[in-house]
């Protein structure tokens, strides 16, 4: 057994116990030759004891991997930053990437033969039917333009086009379902009951009818509310999508020239109808190049892979302000760049002097014969909804 070595001050006055007689366990240790000792001064002995080891110190080791691993999982709860500086940038530049109002030519289908003209009446009457039909009416209408736009546009076009469209009506389905009237009255009626005025009550409705369809909490689901939401979410959706599908199919000048046949009687009252066939022709030309700045400057900072997390919040404030007016500043470079190119052309401000070339030439051939059929057949179905249901 290893023995401990002590080093332990002891007055010099202290005596040893008198049980430590047979085996004396200190020893005095020799005075320096030459050195005096005063009174009063302490002596260092040296106590030898048997006395077994100290046990070990348990390895630390152990003890850190445990408190690794209990960190880890409490880790996992903390709540992390949903979408970063850069995965917004880059959720903009996937966003750009789409076309949106921009025209697809391939693959061609039946929409891009059918005239522009025949284009825009369908569009005033997908503004007019959802509004004054019913409701089986309204969401067919939704449906229809769905797969619709499921068969004409591309993949990857009609999926990131639908799935925003449809967040944003179905977002409005459910603020104006609960919101239109949702609250509970807090009127209460100052007419007695009726068995006070000795008439019978009204009887309950034997056929399940019901003017609150579903309750949440203090809100409640009613049938205004069904009505109102039905026809904003389907209007909005009809709005977006059909525009989307007519600028789709569609190229600019197309559009231009069925706008001028429709106003050019206008213009015998006095309205700028050259000046406006001009502002929407450059208008759908322009559209390419804000979605082209707006993806070209995202990509631009993501590629130059900044540390976000060493900069601080106004350093990263001052990154989206100088991408933001780095886009403006583009989109009026491009646009002092087309009145040159126009100034150059002899344009001097007055379109009514110079001639709008549309490239384009109108046709009225069997697609647009079967578009009209179906749209008056879906208006006269409209129509009729309400006796047929």
């Not at 639908?162 to 944003?168: E, S």
């Not at 009626?189 to 909490?217: D, N």
């Amino acid at each position: 057994m290893a023995a401990a070595v002590h080093l332990r001050p002891l007055h010099w006055l202290a005596l040893p116990p008198p049980a430590a007689k047979a085996a004396p366990s200190w020893l005095p240790l020799p005075a320096k030759p030459g050195g005096s000792r005063r009174r009063g001064s302490r002596l260092a002995l040296l106590v030898c004891s048997a006395s077994p080891p100290a046990p070990a110190a348990p390895s630390s080791s152990g003890g850190d991997n445990a408190a690794a691993s209990a960190a880890a999982r409490w880790a996992k709860w903390i709540p992390r930053p949903a979408a970063g500086p850069e995965q917004v940038l880059r959720l903009i530049s996937g966003a750009a990437a789409t076309p949106v109002c921009q025209f697809v030519d391939k693959p061609r289908t039946f929409l891009h033969s059918v005239d522009p003209r025949v284009k825009l009446v369908w569009l005033l009457a997908l503004v007019v039917l959802p509004a004054r039909s019913n409701i089986y009416m309204r969401f067919g209408l939704v449906v229809f333009l769905a797969l619709l736009s499921v068969w004409v546009l591309p993949n990857h076009v009609w999926k990131d086009q639908l799935g925003r469209v449809g967040l944003l009506s179905g977002f409005i389905f459910i603020m104006l379902g609960f919101g239109a009237d949702g609250a509970p009255s807090l009127v209460q009626t100052r007419t007695p009951p009726p068995s006070v005025l000795g008439i019978p009550s009204i009887p309950c409705s034997t056929s399940g009818y019901s003017y609150t369809i579903m309750k949440l909490g203090p809100l409640q689901f009613t049938r205004k509310g069904l009505s109102v939401a039905s026809t904003s979410a389907s209007l909005s959706f009809a709005i977006f999508q059909s525009a989307s599908l007519c600028l789709t199919t569609t190229t600019p000048e197309q559009l231009a020239s069925a706008l001028w046949w429709f106003m050019i009687p206008l213009k015998h009252i006095g309205v700028p109808v050259p000046e406006i066939i001009l502002t929407l022709l450059l208008s759908l030309r322009f559209i390419n190049l804000v979605f082209d700045e707006v993806r070209n400057s995202a990509l631009a900072i993501v590629a130059r892979r900044i540390n976000w997390k060493k900069l601080t919040a106004m350093e990263t404030i001052d990154i989206f302000f100088n991408y933001i007016r780095r886009i403006f500043k583009n989109i009026f470079d491009h646009a002092e760049q087309i009145s040159k190119a126009m100034i150059a052309r002899g344009f001097r401000g007055d379109p009514s002097n110079h001639k709008i070339y549309f490239l384009t030439e109108s046709s009225f051939g069997f697609a647009d014969l079967f578009s009209l059929l179906c749209l008056f057949g879906l208006m006269g179905l409209a129509s009729y909804s309400d006796r047929l249901i």
